[in-house]
């Protein structure tokens, strides 16, 4: 006789049930998948209860179980996720290797680099011949790491593409139905009609009726036809009689086994099978920890403790079954039951020993525990066919506690009971100075025993110390217990009915080291603890102080699982109507400090004060990143974990982290608003460094427009005042430059004028009325330019200026105090450095210094002096604590970056972080940090290109344009040119580095100044008014329009160009954090921008043929409409900056201002001096100067001067109404 096929997952016996053309086949695997299991062949062989058939006592786990009937996708994901696997198990391997290859090729690197640069040097020509030997010899070594690092990058990569396969493959195994067997066949033989011998035969192994599937139905809903709801009817009596027998027996069993004087209540506890009580048979650890089978002899009242008297293992009875190491194949019964007998001879016939009852194994519980299958995307599965069943049970939390024993009882998996920690004993150990307490303590009570008017709260949390929760002032206890207070005085409960779930407490630490298995069993129950619970209270600070990346609370895997969990709980089914997730903050800080919410740079040893902090998030935002992309320690629970985030309801793209908004007590919303405007750009740049995602300022995407435009207008006060502070210097220096005389020499005489001008060969000049009169400039005719005047005095200002503020933004990263003196010695030495470059390029170049490139030359050189000086004496910042950024050895897998491997069992002692065993690996190295001296550089070589080539090209074209063309260049060319070098800064600056985020938007504010200033003079150098005007207006609405696309345009390009994904809560809150420095800046340059342009059109008319700003021939501006054209550009720029201020506060854009907070001092004297030296430099820019490819055929002066008339920018213009072509009597082209 052929032996009947065996099947070997729950998948081969739905796609039979689905698809097989016989029905005899489909039964066939089916009771092969049934009797596989051990506690079904445990079951026949136990004695049944009195009226019970053996069909219905030999009921198995396996029944029950729930699976997709999308078979075919389900495939795909098991393969899926063993490739995954086997990856993360190859890169394990190799990673190691690769770090030890780099540790000691560095060990050889640096003395060879040390060679090589003393070769570089010319020190030693000699070293020039072993160091190249010595490379040749190493070369092997330098290509195995090659060789080792692209293999680990293709891991990497490949891992990478696994994930997202996993990722798509779980978010449509998420819209397909969850269901048991029988669910299956009833859907199956709606449509079939010949699959009734399998509900029949599912029935007899005790398939549940009650069970509905992931859309809600039991199995009576999905019935459609009459015959197969007859059959279960027929059974659902049957179980009903079965049932009423059995309470009978039960009964009169507890009667006559508690003569002794047992209360009814005793009696009424007898008769539930699905909770620990006296007299049942359960499994415990004993005093060694090892679970043994055994029975309760008491229970204490409260049922926080139980006493059980463990079985002999070499009588009668027989041991449990084996277990099994995590995430291995099972083990043969037969080794193991020789061991356990081995080792039973040395142990006493019987052990009392004293329990947490909430701990103790049921016969059904192991029973699960016992069918546990060995694939973890199971896990998925489980959770999703058990949420589905907790609307049944109730619906609020505390009615659907009552039933979690039978809710247990029901499910196909190991479901340990959820306990909880009540509110007496948490304020007994916070007045007694005692910690969060431990699970060996066993002072938790099993939520079945709190009374139903009970409230629980879930706590979620990461750890504060290496091997403990809470920090020495125990302030978790005390928020936990000053939340319970509040919930209770809330919901008028009696506080003493307040309890809590607590990780360390509720989950059996004592189980990780000899059963993870059994552990692991809590952490993928916390969805459903999740859902039992009333309030939900969160503290995100770690033990790292929030300073590494993979610590975090957001970052955490399980800690996303929870927060997304206590999002759905909100939503339907789950819910009658979709709500907001609301949940409380447990915000820490320092009793006496200035922040009190959450201050960065505090260790978290010194925090010692607690408040709660109320969230909501509405409710179609999800508040959490996808968990599958956090910080796991055992990179095997990944997949599962990609399903469960699916499963759950979570979506790509529709999370919103920043969609939490913050309700706090009346007036403090307000206060935190004005503390928040006062930031100081420093404070902001800190943040940015230490806690990205937390610049983000979410409370303002909810603020009503009347707030919101009332914060806007206070801000922008501020950053008036700025303006008006940094434009004083500017002007002085404006004046000084207009009383210095005139930068031309010789042309005392109008004869010598007219020889000057032969000598140029523009034209013969017959008549002296060729050449107007320009009142009291007639006399310069015919002179030529002092170029060595005109760049030592705008030059020399800027080295100067640009000395100082580079040390002086050092200050704003480290304050005055100690670093002044050495800020100062910079300055001083980058000043005298600079100016002998230009006074020796000077004697060098001479008066054709700007025609030949000298300028360049001396500019180039002075600036790199003033790194140079300002890095020798001031030096880099010492930095004690930064972010560790995502890397290959330390990633961060929210943005795919490949995931960390780490130990697969968790250390003993309990877990690690929030509900789970998940600590991250290379806690105790050294991350590598991005290279934050290079992106400071590269904002500078940024800066200083765009300035050098408006100065040296761009300028002096301009000046040849007509007045309809300058109108079209400052509106299309100039924007476009400002826009690319403000978008290549902003990259850099939001770049994740070790490099404060204030040193590298130094750049920034730089490059606004200068262009800024650049553009208005742009505007003054136009004559006609009507232009003048239009030009104002048109400004201020593309600067309004620039502004407030900055982030739409970020993320457009990023997904539509660079095809990169949506951007992280961390490069999101950099971004926005530099957006905000980069306005604040900007907008303050524009105003002093105004100012200083309005200044120099008023006072340099004088002087008009040195700087061509748009004057007229003979007559001097007028003061009313220069005046007027200023107010209305303030105007039209205040109206466009307010409105962009509000659009970027619902961006998320924080606000600071530069004249509060912390270091404003500073900040003011960088700005002061960086303004000054834009403004030296954008005035050299429209200097007269007869730069090389505008004047190519323009003699040397033999005086020492250097001819402009024949310029091609004079010559260009001749004829028309300007100061140069009057000033060279120039008529015609």
């Given at each position: 006789m052929d032996r009947p096929p065996v099947a070997h997952s729950w998948e081969q016996v739905a796609e039979a049930i689905q698809n097989a053309p016989e029905e005899r086949e489909a039964l066939s695997l089916l009771e092969a998948f049934l009797n596989a299991s051990p506690t079904a062949q445990q079951a026949q062989q136990q004695q049944r209860p009195t009226g019970l058939d053996n069909a219905t006592t030999a009921r198995t786990a396996v029944v029950d179980l729930f699976g997709c009937a999308d078979t075919s996708t389900w495939n795909q994901l098991v393969a899926q996720a063993q490739r995954y696997v086997e990856l993360s198990a190859q890169r394990g391997r190799l990673q190691p290797s690769v770090d030890r290859l780099e540790a000691r090729l560095v060990k050889i690197k640096r003395p060879l680099a040390f060679l090589w640069s003393c070769a570089g040097d010319g020190e030693s020509s000699v070293i020039l011949v072993p160091a190249a030997v010595a490379t040749l010899v190493l070369s092997p070594a330098f290509a195995l790491q090659w060789r080792t690092e692209s293999r680990l990058h293709a891991l990497q990569k490949e891992q990478q593409r696994a994930f997202g396969t996993l990722d798509e493959l779980g978010q449509k195994l998420a819209g397909a139905p969850c269901s048991t067997l029988l669910h299956t066949a009833i859907a199956t033989n709606n449509v079939r009609r010949d699959r009734e011998g399998v509900i029949r035969a599912l029935l007899q192994h005790g398939a549940s009726l009650e069970l509905v599937d992931s859309s809600g139905c039991n199995a009576h809903g999905l019935s459609l036809l009459a015959s197969t709801t007859a059959i279960l009817d027929a059974e659902a009596e049957r179980r009903c009689s079965v049932a009423a027998v059995t309470r009978r027996a039960d009964t009169s069993t507890t009667d006559s086994?508690?003569?002794?004087?047992?209360?009814?209540?005793?009696?009424?506890?007898?008769?539930?099978?699905?909770?620990?009580?006296?007299?049942?048979?359960?499994?415990?650890?004993?005093?060694?920890?090892?679970?043994?089978?055994?029975?309760?002899?008491s229970v204490a009242p409260d049922q926080a403790t139980c006493t059980v008297l463990f079985t002999p293992i070499d009588g009668g009875d027989t041991a449990p079954p084996p277990m099994r190491a995590v995430h291995s194949h099972p083990v043969s019964h037969a080794g193991v039951g020789a061991k356990v007998k081995?080792?039973?001879?040395?142990?006493?016939?019987?052990?009392?020993?004293?329990?947490?009852?909430?701990?103790?194994?049921?016969?059904?519980?192991?029973?699960?525990?016992?069918?546990?299958?060995?694939?973890?995307?199971?896990?998925?599965?489980?959770?999703?066919?058990?949420?589905?069943?907790?609307?049944?049970?109730?619906a609020t939390p505390a009615e659907r506690r009552q039933h979690f024993g039978a809710f247990i009882d029901e499910q196909s998996h190991l479901l340990p009971m959820m306990s909880v920690v009540g509110y007496t004993t948490l304020a007994?150990?916070?007045?007694?100075?005692?910690?969060?307490?431990?699970?060996?303590?066993?002072?938790?009570?099993?939520?079945?025993?709190?009374?139903?008017?009970?409230?629980?709260?879930?706590?979620?949390?990461?750890?504060?110390?290496?091997?403990?929760?809470?920090?020495?002032?125990?302030?978790?206890?005390?928020?936990?217990?000053?939340?319970?207070?509040?919930?209770?005085?809330e919901s008028g409960t009696k506080v003493e009915s307040m309890y809590a779930w607590i990780d360390e407490a509720c989950i059996d630490q004592g189980t990780w080291a000899k059963y993870p298995d059994i552990g692991m069993a809590f952490v993928y129950a916390l969805p459903l603890y999740v859902a039992y619970s009333d309030y939900f209270v969160y503290c995100r600070w770690d033990r790292a102080s929030r300073q590494?990346?993979?610590?975090?609370?957001?970052?955490?895997?399980?800690?996303?699982?929870?927060?997304?969990?206590?999002?759905?709980?909100?939503?339907?089914?789950?819910?009658?109507?979709?709500?907001?997730?609301?949940?409380?903050?447990?915000?820490?800080?320092v009793e006496g400090g200035e922040d009190q919410d959450d201050p960065d740079g505090v260790s978290v040893d010194d925090l010692d004060g607690v408040r709660i902090v109320r969230e909501v998030t509405p409710a179609g935002s999800c508040p959490a990143l996808h968990p599958g992309e956090g910080i796991l320690s055992v990179?095997?629970?990944?997949?599962?974990?990609?399903?469960?985030?699916?499963?759950?309801?979570?979506?790509?793209?529709?999370?919103h982290v920043d969609g939490t908004r913050q309700v706090e007590e009346p007036g403090a919303g307000a206060a935190r608003r004005q503390m928040r405007r006062h930031s100081s750009a420093f404070a902001i740049s800190e943040a940015i460094t230490s806690d990205p995602a937390s610049v983000v300022d979410h409370e303002a995407r909810h603020m009503r427009p009347a707030e919101l435009f009332d914060e806007v207008l206070k801000s922008y006060f501020d950053v008036s005042i700025a303006a008006v502070v940094v434009s004083i210097p500017c002007i002085l220096f404006v004046l000084i430059l207009t009383n210095s005389g005139s930068i031309l020499k010789g042309g005392d005489d109008?004869?010598?004028?007219?020889?000057?001008?032969?000598?140029?060969?523009?034209?013969?000049?017959?008549?002296?009325?060729?050449?107007?009169?320009?009142?009291?400039?007639?006399?310069?005719?015919?002179?030529?330019?002092?170029?060595?005047k005109?760049?030592?005095?705008?030059?020399?200002?800027?080295?100067?200026?640009?000395?100082?503020?580079?040390?002086?933004?050092?200050?704003?990263?480290?304050?005055?105090?100690?670093?002044?003196?050495?800020?100062?010695?910079?300055?001083?030495?980058?000043?005298?450095?600079?100016?002998?470059?230009?006074?020796?390029?000077?004697?060098?170049?001479?008066?054709?210094?700007?025609?030949?490139?000298?300028?360049?030359?001396?500019?180039?050189?002075?600036?790199?002096?003033?790194?140079?000086?300002?890095?020798?004496?001031?030096?880099?910042?010492?930095?004690?604590?930064t972010v560790a950024p995502a890397t290959a050895q330390n990633p961060t897998f929210r943005t795919l970056a490949p995931p960390t491997l780490i130990a697969p069992a968790p250390a003993e002692g309990g877990n690690d972080d929030t509900s789970t065993q998940d600590d991250p690996a290379g806690k105790g190295g050294d991350q590598p940090k991005q290279e934050g001296a290079s992106q400071a550089l590269w904002g500078i070589f940024i800066t200083l290109l765009y300035a050098m080539l408006y100065a040296f090209v761009i300028v002096p074209l301009f000046m040849t344009l007509s007045d309809l063309h300058k109108l079209t260049f400052r509106l299309v060319v100039h924007?476009?040119?400002?826009?690319?070098?403000?978008?290549?800064?902003?990259?850099?600056?939001?770049?994740?580095?070790?490099?404060?985020?204030?040193?590298?938007?130094?750049?920034?504010?730089?490059?606004?100044?200068?262009?800024?200033?650049?553009?208005r003079l742009l505007v003054t150098a136009q004559t006609d008014e009507t232009l003048a005007y239009a030009t104002v207006v048109l400004i201020g609405v593309q600067e309004l329009i620039i502004r407030v696309s900055y982030l739409p345009k970020k993320r457009w390009l990023r997904r539509h160009l660079y095809g990169l994904p949506p951007l992280t809560a961390e490069e999101e809150g950099r971004f926005l954090g530099v957006l905000g420095i980069d306005n604040v800046s900007s907008m303050q340059s524009e105003m002093a921008a105004i100012f200083i342009a309005t200044a120099a059109k008023l006072t340099m008319y004088d002087v008009r043929v040195n700087f061509d700003l748009g004057f007229e021939v003979n007559e001097p501006p007028d003061v009313s409409f220069e005046l007027t054209a200023m107010a209305v550009a303030l105007c039209v720029e205040s109206v466009g900056n307010v409105v962009a201020m509000a659009v970027q506060r619902r961006q998320g854009v924080a606000h600071m201002s530069m004249l509060s907070g912390e270091r404003w001092r500073e900040t003011m004297l960088y700005l002061a001096s960086v303004t000054l030296c834009a403004t030296a430099a954008v005035f050299y820019s429209f200097a007269l100067r007869n730069v090389g490819f505008a004047c190519p055929s323009a003699p040397f002066d033999p005086h020492g001067g250097a001819a402009f008339c024949g310029c091609d920018f004079v010559r260009g213009r001749a004829g028309e109404h300007t100061v140069l072509s009057a000033f060279c009597c120039l008529t015609g082209k």
């Open positions: 086994t508690d003569s002794t004087g047992s209360s009814e209540a005793d009696a009424a506890v007898a008769i539930s099978h699905d909770i620990v009580q006296l007299h049942a048979e359960v499994v415990a650890r004993d005093t060694n920890g090892d679970y043994r089978k055994g029975t309760v002899t081995e080792n039973a001879l040395a142990r006493p016939p019987a052990i009392l020993s004293n329990c947490a009852t909430a701990h103790v194994l049921t016969a059904h519980q192991w029973r699960a525990y016992d069918n546990r299958s060995d694939n973890l995307l199971r896990q998925a599965l489980n959770l999703r066919g058990s949420l589905a069943q907790v609307p049944r049970y109730g007994e150990r916070l007045e007694t100075g005692g910690s969060l307490p431990h699970s060996s303590e066993m002072v938790t009570v099993p939520v079945t025993a709190i009374p139903a008017a009970s409230k629980v709260v879930f706590f979620s949390h990461t750890r504060l110390q290496d091997r403990k929760p809470d920090n020495k002032h125990n302030v978790k206890l005390k928020g936990i217990v000053e939340a319970m207070q509040m919930f209770a005085k590494d990346e993979a610590l975090r609370y957001e970052n955490r895997a399980w800690c996303r699982v929870e927060v997304v969990v206590g999002w759905r709980v909100g939503q339907p089914p789950l819910s009658s109507a979709p709500r907001p997730f609301e949940r409380y903050r447990l915000s820490l800080f990179e095997t629970d990944r997949p599962p974990l990609v399903l469960i985030a699916r499963m759950l309801g979570y979506e790509k793209g529709h999370e109008h004869t010598s004028g007219g020889a000057s001008l032969y000598s140029l060969g523009n034209h013969t000049i017959t008549n002296t009325t060729l050449c107007p009169e320009m009142g009291g400039l007639d006399s310069q005719r015919g002179a030529t330019l002092d170029a060595q005109i760049f030592a005095l705008t030059g020399g200002v800027c080295l100067g200026a640009w000395s100082i503020s580079t040390n002086s933004l050092a200050l704003v990263s480290r304050g005055f105090g100690y670093q002044t003196l050495r800020a100062i010695k910079g300055t001083l030495a980058a000043m005298a450095s600079s100016w002998l470059v230009m006074w020796v390029g000077l004697l060098v170049f001479g008066n054709e210094v700007v025609r030949v490139g000298g300028d360049v030359v001396i500019s180039v050189v002075g600036a790199s002096l003033v790194i140079v000086c300002q890095m020798l004496f001031v030096g880099r910042r010492k930095v004690t604590a924007p476009a040119v400002v826009v690319t070098g403000e978008m290549a800064l902003r990259e850099v600056a939001a770049a994740p580095s070790d490099k404060p985020a204030i040193i590298k938007c130094g750049a920034i504010i730089g490059f606004d100044i200068y262009f800024q200033l650049v553009g």
